[in-house]
Every structure is written in C-alpha cells, then in structure tokens.
C-alpha cells in the first residue's frame, strides 16, 4: 500500500554521475589529508571553512535554478553528494538546514527579493539557518505552538520561545513557526512562518547541552523581536502547510540511515583476518539492510525530478523510522563483533566511533519527527483514525 | 512501471478470481490449479516475459509484477518456473520451450547431478530435492554445471521419477530423480545461463512471490483491526495497534523496493548485491510481518477456516528457497570483509 506508483524498475543514476563521485572523493581525499576534517560519528560538524569550500564547487544548492546561484542539476546527483559526505563523515553542520529545508522553501514560498537576498549565500556556503519548530510545550504536537508575532507598522512583533534548535548560536538566520492568530478550534491553522535574523535586537539565545557536553542545541528567546513584513515567508496563516510540505524531502535523505555507517566500514576493515561464519552473517545482513533503505530513499529522490512530484511523505516516514533505527543496529553489531571499549578519546578510530554512536544513538530516532509520530503518519495511511 | 499495465492488471484479475477458499483449500490437499492455468495459457499469460520470438509476450517488469499478484493470490500453479526461470533459461540457450506448465531447478543447489556429453548425446543421472510443481510440469528445465560452465536440460516429464513432497503451505515440492539420455536439442551448454544466474533468478522469483504475500498480510490485517471491536473501540483505534500496523506496512515496503529493484538489476554486474539484499530483507520481512498480522489478528488467524494462514504459510516456505537469509547474508558478508571497506563502497554506489 505504500510507494504503489514509485518507479523502481527503471530507476538508474544518471551519467555522468560517476565523475561527480570521483571529484567529490578526491576533494574528501585531499581534505583528510591536508587535515582539514577529522571524521566523526553524531552530529555533525560545523565548519565554515569547509561549507565554502563545497559551496565553491558547487555541491550546495545543487538543484536550484542558476539565477539563484544554484546548479539546476538533478535530485540523483544531489543525492550521491549527501551519501559521499556522509559516507566521509565530512563536517557538513554549517550549510546543512539551510541546503536542505531552508532553499527549497524559499524556492517554493519565497519573494523573489528573498530568495535573491538568501539562495546565492547559501549555495556559496556562507549563509547558515536554523529551524524554529519545536517549543517547550510543542515536541511532537507541533501545531501547538505558543510563541506569536501581532501586526505592527511595518511587520510583526515577535514573542516567545523555540528549544532543541541546532547550531541556532552560529547560525546567520532562521526560520520561525509562529502563531499570527489565535488558537482556535483547528489548531494547525492561523500559524506563520518568519525569517529572524538571529541579530535583531530581542533574540537571545542559550544553550541546552548535550548529554556529552556538546554544545548543538539551544533554547532561542524572542523578546519584541521586530521582523518586516518583507521577511514572511509565503502567506501569514499557511505556516502548517509550508512546513509540512517539505517533510519528504526532509525524512527520507541518506542522513537519516548514514550516521553510524563510519563504524561499519571501520568493523569490516578490523575484521578483514578474523570474520567467522556468524560475523559474515551479521555483516552481510547489515548490508543487505542498507541496500535496501538506501534503494527506497534513492526512489524517493528520484520522485522529486518528476514534472509533478507525487506526494511522498508517508513513505518519507517509513524510510527515516527505519533507517534510524537501522543506525543503532550498526552500533550494536560492532559492539558484537569486535572486543573493544568506547572510548572518545586516546583510542582506535572504532573505539571512537562506538563511543560517539553510543553517545549519540538515542537522538536519531526523536528529532526530525519521533518513531511514535512517524508510525502513526504511516497508520493514518492505511486507514486509522488519530 | 508508474501504472500497472493492462496486462498487469487483466492477469491480477485471473488471480484474484482463481483466489477462492475452495481453490485455497484444494491446494492444501496437495493439488494445484489446473482452471487457473488453463486460463492463464489461453490468455497467453504463461510466458510473460519471455521474447517474442519464443513465443512469450509481455516485457520484464510485468512478469514480475505478474508474478507479485501470483503471491498476492497464493496462485498455486508454476508461474515463476515457466515464465521466469525455465523458458528464461531454455530461451537464452536457443532451446525451443515446450508446451505446458514447466518445473525448474538448479544444481548443484538442489541436488547432486551428473552431467555428460559426446558428441550430440547428452546424459544426465541424479536426484534432486525439493523440486517445485514437478509432478504437474510436462518437462523439468534443468541448470547444472558442465565443463562449459553450465548446461541447461530441457528433460521431458515422462524421463524422470519423482516422490512427491510438499513445502510448509503444502505446494508441491517434489524429489525428482533422474537418469536419461537426450539429444542435443534438449540440451546446450556454454551460453550465458550460469549456475550462479540460475540461482540468483530462482532467489529472485521467491523474493518477489514474498513480497505480493507480504501485501496480502497487510490487507487482510488493516481489514481486519478496522472490523474488529473490543472494548468498545475498533482495534485500529487503539495505537499499540496502530504502530504495529505501521511496521507491517514498513517491512512490506522495504521488501517490495528491495525485490523491484534487484530485478532492475538482475542481468548487470550488480545483480548478485541486489538479489541477495531482497532475498534477506524478503525473509526478515516474512519473519516479522508474519508475526505482527497473527498477533493482530487474534486466535482467529490461526485457524484453518480463516484465510491469513495460506499466505503467512508460503511466506514461510518461501524463505526457505532458494537460500534463506544465512546463505544469502553470509555470501554478501564474507565479500565485504574479503573486499574492505572502501571497495564495498564503490560496489554499493557503482551498482
């Protein structure tokens, strides 16, 4: 019942797509060497340097049209870029909201002034933006969202407060959900979408640290915080509709199932002398698994090149529910083939792998929409009522 | 493939037909569908996929989503041994293919064979096990190694013996024993038909089968929990069923895309890659799908008036041939560690 009219018969990369891979491993090839990333398994790093750097050759804002500083090539070819620098475990934090969500809602909701302002810095890799979805009382139930701008002269004033924002403390600007109206009957409706400039005048943001320490996500404040009429994105009360509208595209990219795939690669080279008939098995039905997560998420890409992209997001969910969980069976699968204890530091590459795939394997499967939600987005499908 | 062809569609019809508790019924006795391939063979849908020019019709992706309804509707007639597997072999090696519903098996997987040539005479003497609808076939298609590489025996059902056995959902699954003499047109050696395709081809057909059984669970169950009251409420209101819905729904889906894309590839180099990941994920599908549509169903599902059981019964048998996962998982393992890392990479992205 679910990917019914998806093509997977005739789906095959595009030529020419071996060359890209080839220029984007030896640019990877030459970073490490040149010690200017050092692979790590989590959350990604944020690294300026290095998003200028793909943004000079031209891997962000890859399908984008060219008068917006974008490529204008195809969804296949931007996913072989995401599965090569996750594959790398390349540092892609900085750019990596703004390429993926941020430009294409602009694309799709944008004024052309904003787009001109926004899609060229982003595709250069200079211009980095922050989701503002969830909220203290909002996780999951994010059509409950409190924080609210009222009309002023001019534009909006906003008031309130976003948590779990990643990298809102070094990022350029970001995109609010926000109440314009009410709350009503129909809570999904009356929200709006604001682009904040994280340095206005009334935006503080604090951190909430990591289990680790780690300083990713923030708590963002907005106190009178002043946004022009002219940064509404798309139109004051179709918020739900725009955020909602991106979620295929969001759930289904490879960095929903790759993050731990770094350790995998790790275990197969320590095991090269050693792998018994058990360790094959357990090797090659993570294999087996991958291949096929990675093929629906590829058929999914595929999809969005189509003159009329069918709506995918249910299939969307199924790929990230299952592909995060697939994350953790690649950490517990080393824990079972190799004797070795996590350690983040003064140890071999798998040990530091184990320790940061631990560390990191419970956020996987909350952010970007939990298991609980995505399963219930899949069972709606087939016909239950929430 | 965005829209089943109406070919596709005319044959999932007969399918679905020919899907009656008294069929299904029959077919635990051991029989198998002789009305519903007799309509098959009129409405020449026998020899999907197989080139025009041996009599077939039809393109590639519908004999598989031909063959995806034949799982679905628990078909028990030899549609993937006579389409996919024995005339694709006896037409790849320039054989003729005979009328009448064909057996298939590949050695040495299934048995140990004896193979001999000279001059225009073949011989062939051994036993094979497990051989699917092999007492209904008119000939049993046979791939078995040769010094040429492999050699494809086309040996007529009046040359072999058998003792009929059956798999879990009681599909003929029969010993067939051997030893005859044929003539070079019933036999060719050399050509591209290899054990290994051979084998890959047959994991294929099951993968596939799984997959339209897979979405028959998923039917049957959504049916089911949205009929079904119990405190009150239907049972897909409850959201510990819904979740387990989803999952279903979920190890369906990644079965079906795995299945669909290995015979995207199932003639290029990477056909061994795919094949094995739909035949593991096909298997663990089957495992936990089975699972979740009996445990939703209740006690009724286990009884042999309701009908959940014919599927999740294949399902089971299924898995089982043509490799189950430890065959197929241990073979793509010990490739990857033998390959490292690095050139597993290359392998997954260049296929």
């Known amino acids: ?386 | 493939m965005t829209e089943p062809s109406l070919l596709v569609a005319a044959i999932g019809r007969i399918f679905e037909d020919h899907y009656t508790s008294d069929r299904l019924q029959d077919a635990k006795r051991g029989a198998w569908s002789e009305p519903l391939w007799r309509t098959l063979e009129e409405t020449g849908m026998t020899l999907l996929s197989v080139p025009e020019e041996h009599g077939g019709g039809g393109d590639f992706a519908e004999g598989i989503e031909a063959l995806r309804l034949a799982g679905k509707y628990c078909a028990a007639v030899p549609f993937a041994e006579t389409a996919l597997l024995g005339a694709w072999a006896l037409a790849r090696s320039g054989m003729s293919i005979p009328s009448g519903p064909l057996a298939f098996a590949v050695a040495p997987q299934a048995g140990a064979v004896e193979v001999s040539q000279a001059g225009a005479r073949w011989r062939v003497s051994g036993t094979l096990r497990d051989v699917a609808w092999a007492r209904m076939a008119s000939a049993l298609v046979l791939v078995a190694p040769h010094a040429a590489g492999a050699a494809v025996l086309c040996i007529p059902r009046d040359r072999y013996e058998i003792t009929a056995g059956e798999n879990l959902a009681h599909e003929a699954r029969d010993e067939v024993r051997v030893s005859a003499e044929l003539d070079a047109s019933s036999a060719r050696a050399g050509n591209d038909v290899t054990v290994e395709r051979a084998w890959q081809r047959g994991a294929l057909t099951r993968a596939v089968l799984m997959c339209g059984a897979l979405d028959r669970l998923l039917e049957l169950t959504v049916s089911y929990t949205r009929q079904r009251s119990q405190f009150g409420r239907t049972l897909i209101q409850f959201q510990a069923v819904q979740q387990e819905l989803a999952r279903l729904a979920g190890e369906a889906a990644i079965a079906k895309a795995a299945a669909l894309t290995a015979a995207a590839h199932i003639d290029d180099a990477s056909a061994g890659l795919y094949v094995a990941a739909a035949k593991v994920k096909a298997g663990e599908a089957a495992y936990s799908g089975a699972g979740i549509a009996h445990q939703l169903h209740g006690a009724i599902g286990v009884t042999d008036e309701y009908v959940l059981h014919h599927s999740t019964l294949r399902l089971w048998s299924w898995r089982a041939e043509y490799g189950a996962e430890a065959h197929w998982s241990q073979k793509l393992g010990a490739q990857a560690v033998e390959a490292g890392a690095s050139a597993l990479w290359k392998r997954i992205t260049e296929a």
Not at chain 1, 1 to 7: A, G, I, Q, V
Not at chain 1, 92 to 105: E, I, K
Not at chain 1, 184 to 190: A, F, L, P, Q
């Open chain 1, 1 to 386: 019942m679910l990917f019914t009219s998806t093509d997977f018969v005739s789906l095959k990369l595009p030529p020419g797509i071996d060359t890209l891979r080839r220029e984007l491993r030896a640019f990877l090839d030459e970073q490490r060497a040149a010690g200017r990333f050092h692979p790590h398994v989590g959350h990604g790093e944020f690294d300026p340097q290095f998003s200028e750097a793909l943004g000079a050759r031209g891997w962000i804002g890859m399908t984008w049209p060219r008068q917006y500083g974008g490529h204008e090539r195809s969804y296949l070819e931007r996913f072989v870029v995401t599965e090569e620098l996750l594959a790398a475990a390349a540092p892609v934090a900085a750019h990596w909201f703004a390429d993926r969500q941020t430009g294409p809602s602009l694309l799709r909701w944008g004024t052309e002034a904003q787009r001109l302002k926004f899609l060229p810095a982003i595709a250069a890799g200079r211009c980095y933006f922050a989701i503002g979805m969830s909220e203290p009382n909002s996780g999951s139930d994010l059509a409950s969202v409190r924080t609210r701008a009222t009309q002023t002269d001019g534009g909006w004033v906003l008031n309130g407060q976003k948590v779990w924002t990643s990298w809102a403390h070094k990022a350029h600007a970001m995109f609010v959900l926000c109440r314009t109206s009410p709350l009503g009957e129909k809570k999904h409706e009356g929200l709006s979408q604001l682009i904040v400039d994280l340095k206005s005048p009334g935006v503080k943001t604090r951190p909430i640290r990591f289990l680790n320490g780690d300083h990713h996500f923030n708590e963002v404040f907005f106190d009178d915080v002043f946004v022009p009429d002219d940064m509404v994105l798309g139109t004051i009360g179709q918020g739900w509709r725009q955020v909602t509208s991106e979620l295929a595209l969001e759930r289904s990219g490879p960095e929903r199932y790759m993050n731990t795939l770094p350790l995998y690669f790790a275990v197969i080279d320590a095991l090269k002398s050693s792998a018994d008939r058990m360790a094959a098995q357990l090797i090659g039905t993570l294999l087996a698994r991958f291949v096929s997560i990675r093929t629906m998420s590829l058929a999914i890409a595929n999809e969005f090149g189509r003159e009329e992209v069918p709506d995918l997001a249910t299939e969307a969910a199924l790929v990230k529910d299952i592909g995060t969980h697939f994350e953790r069976e690649i950490t517990e699968a080393a824990r079972a083939l190799i004797a070795c204890t996590p350690r983040l530091e003064g140890g071999t590459d798998i040990e530091r792998y184990l320790a940061e795939a631990t560390i990191f394997s419970p956020i996987g499967t909350i952010r970007g929409g939990t298991t609980q939600v995505l399963r219930s987005i899949v069972a709606k499908r087939l016909g239950a009522q929430q």
